[in-house]
């Protein structure tokens, strides 16, 4: 007989191999939450830094150095400024800050594109940015991830008559940066893909890849088809329970009626 084969036991890491591991995972774990909290911090102190250079005497005050003041009296600013251009004499002058705007030679350019843009993103009925696609893009066989930001208008549209979109194509790892694709509709394929989890896919260069939509619902229908057997299986031993009492208790009744009886 062949002798037996002990199967071979699993090595296990020394000390400095255990150091590494631990090292990696307190890696995994502290680096999110360090690099949250240091942009946080350093938007932060560029929003109160701003706030302290434009209004005059700002850093004079006693919480002036309190981080995050600046923020909120930005953010109280901004509100109060909207609720005064709501009203009639907001839009009275408006009109003429914006008529002094379009007759400066270079500036009218700069503000009316910047105000063009905001005015399409901030607008609800946008459908800007709402949209992910992928594109086959440098080549044949090569695609992108875009962002749909309308549907291609005006001169182009005159020019090429077709039914094209406009593809706007993020670059890694900076989504700010991009270029403008004009793209045939029929050539671009629409994905179920939030914006949200494309830019992520986009920063981080394909290493946070996010689930299907389809797995992500086959999986909450498990869960919630778990929850409906579990509510059923109560329900049903609620209703074994009360049948069980009904039926004592129409036995006790039987038993004290022919005991009545008897005497």
């Known amino acids: 007989m062949a002798p037996s084969q002990t199967p071979a036991q699993p090595h296990k890491p020394g000390f400095f191999g255990r150091l590494r591991s631990w090292f990696f995972t ?10 949250t909290v240091y942009i ?17 005497g700002f850093g ?7 981080p995050g003041v ?57 459908d800007a940015f709402r949209e992910v696609v992928l594109v086959e893009y440098p080549r044949k066989g090569l695609w992108v991830i875009g962002f ?7 001169e182009v ?13 993020p670059t890694t790892p900076n989504p700010t940066s991009g270029f403008l694709l004009f793209c045939p509709r029929t050539e671009v394929i629409f994905m179920k893909m939030s914006v949200e989890a494309a ?9 946070v890849t996010p689930p299907e939509p389809t797995v992500a619902k ?10 409906v057997a579990k509510k059923a299986g109560a329900k049903k031993a609620v209703a074994k329970k009360t049948v069980a009492k009904k039926a004592v208790t129409k036995k006790a009744g039987a038993k004290k009626k022919a005991a009545t009886k008897k005497s």
């Open 26 to 35: 307190g890696l995994l774990v502290t680096a999110p939450v360090l690099l």
């Open 40 to 56: 946080t911090w350093a938007a932060i102190e560029l929003i109160d830094g701003q706030v302290a250079s434009i209004l005059p």
């Open 60 to 66: 004079q005050l006693i919480f002036s150095d309190v």
């Open 70 to 126: 600046g923020l909120i009296v930005g953010v109280v600013l901004i509100t109060v400024i909207g609720a005064v251009a709501a009203g009639f004499l907001g839009r009275w002058i408006i009109r003429i800050g914006e008529s002094l705007l379009h007759r400066t030679p270079i500036v009218r350019t700069i503000y009316g594109a910047i105000k063009q843009i905001l005015e399409t993103v901030v607008s609800s009925q946008s």
């Open 148 to 154: 749909v930001t309308g549907n291609t208008k005006g």
């Open 157 to 169: 549209h005159s020019l090429i008559k077709k039914n094209m979109v406009n593809v706007f194509v």
């Open 199 to 207: 830019v992520k896919l986009v920063v981080s260069g394909g290493i």
């Open 218 to 227: 086959k999986v909450a229908k498990k869960a919630s088809n778990k929850g």
